[in-house]
C-alpha cells in the first residue's frame, strides 16, 4: 500500500509540474511578455544567451535618414527559421524606445510597453525568416535612431538586442 501512494503521489507531482511548465511555455508563444520591454530578454526557463555578434539574423532598412513623422521601412533578414521575436527602435541618445509600427507582417502584433505600438512581437510560434515592417517617427525631433531585436530560435536559445546600423534624423543642427 506504501509503494502504491508514493506511486501516486509522484505521478500526481509529474502531472503538476508538467502542466505548469506547459501553461509557462504557452503564454510566450503568444508573444514577449511586458517584463521583456526594458531589457528585451525572454523570460524562458533556463533560456541560453548567444553573443548578438554572432547571429544570423539582419535587421536594416533603405533610409539612412528620416524626418518628424516620416515612415520607415524596417525589413528582418534570416538564414534560419526562428519562433520568437521582439523588435523595438531606440534613440541612439539615451536608449529610450522611441516611436511606433504601424505595418506589421502575419504571425505578429503590437505590444505598449510605453506608448501604444512602440514594439512589435510574435503572435504564434509559427516558423519566421525574414519579416518587413514600417515604422512610423513620432511628429517630434528625437535624434538618431537604432533598430533592435531579439530572436528567440527555440524555447532555450535566443540572441538578444540584435541592432542596426544608425539612421540619423535630418535636419538636426
Known amino acids: 500500500m506504501e509503494d502504491g501512494g508514493r506511486a501516486h503521489t509522484a505521478i500526481a507531482g509529474w502531472a503538476c509540474m508538467t502542466l505548469c511548465l506547459v ?97 512589435v512581437t510574435h503572435s504564434d510560434k509559427s516558423l519566421k525568416r525574414n519579416l518587413s515592417f514600417v515604422w512610423r517617427a513620432p511628429d517630434q525631433p528625437i535624434g538618431d535612431i537604432k533598430f533592435f531585436i531579439s530572436i528567440v530560435q527555440s524555447y532555450f536559445v535566443y540572441w538578444a538586442k540584435i541592432e542596426s546600423a544608425v539612421v540619423a534624423q535630418g535636419g538636426q543642427n
Open 23 to 119: 501553461s509557462y511555455a504557452a503564454a510566450f508563444s503568444q508573444g514577449a511578455s511586458l517584463s521583456a520591454c526594458t531589457d528585451m530578454m525572454p523570460r524562458h526557463l533556463r533560456v541560453q544567451l548567444h553573443s548578438s555578434s554572432n547571429n544570423y539574423v539582419t535587421v536594416h532598412t533603405n533610409m539612412s535618414f528620416f524626418f518628424p513623422g516620416d515612415r520607415v521601412p524596417v525589413t528582418v533578414r534570416s538564414t534560419r527559421d526562428y519562433m520568437g521575436f521582439m523588435l523595438q527602435a531606440r534613440k541612439v541618445s539615451n536608449n529610450e524606445i522611441a516611436g511606433t509600427f504601424i505595418f506589421l507582417p502575419p504571425g505578429s502584433k503590437l505590444l505598449t510597453c510605453f506608448e501604444d505600438g512602440d514594439t
